[in-house]
């Protein structure tokens, strides 16, 4: 199971973090990390970690939103800076688990103009 918390609405500039928790895997982790969905849009890459710590970005984001990975409780935070309107999308968590992609419920983030 994976619990996404933190989304909400913002002005432009401003900044949110997200936190998203994992729990009842049976096996270690290894990706782990943030996708988005606009509407009308798929569902694309924000950023990713590995279990040894190596990071991956979107482009659209890269400067603006960092990533970081807790193992120990199995959890991965984004935090996000400088947001810009054309962030605006539902937020998903992801986990690799042996292969296999889990995805959180997703939180909703509002960028307004």
């Known amino acids: 199971q994976l619990v996404e918390s933190g989304g909400g609405l913002v002005q432009s500039g401003e900044s949110l973090r997200l936190s998203c928790t994992a729990s009842g895997f049976l096996f270690e982790i290894n990706r782990m990390g943030w996708y988005r969905q606009a509407p009308g849009k798929r569902r694309e890459l924000v950023a990713i970690?590995?279990?040894?710590?190596?990071?991956d970005y979107a482009d659209s984001v890269k400067a603006r939103f960092t990533i970081s990975r807790d193992n120990t409780v199995m959890r991965v935070d984004l935090q996000m800076t400088s947001l810009k309107p054309e962030d605006t999308a539902v937020y998903y968590c992801f986990a690799e688990e042996s292969g296999t992609a889990n995805w959180g419920q997703g939180t909703q983030v509002t960028v307004s103009s």
């Open positions: 970690t590995t279990r040894d710590g190596k990071s």
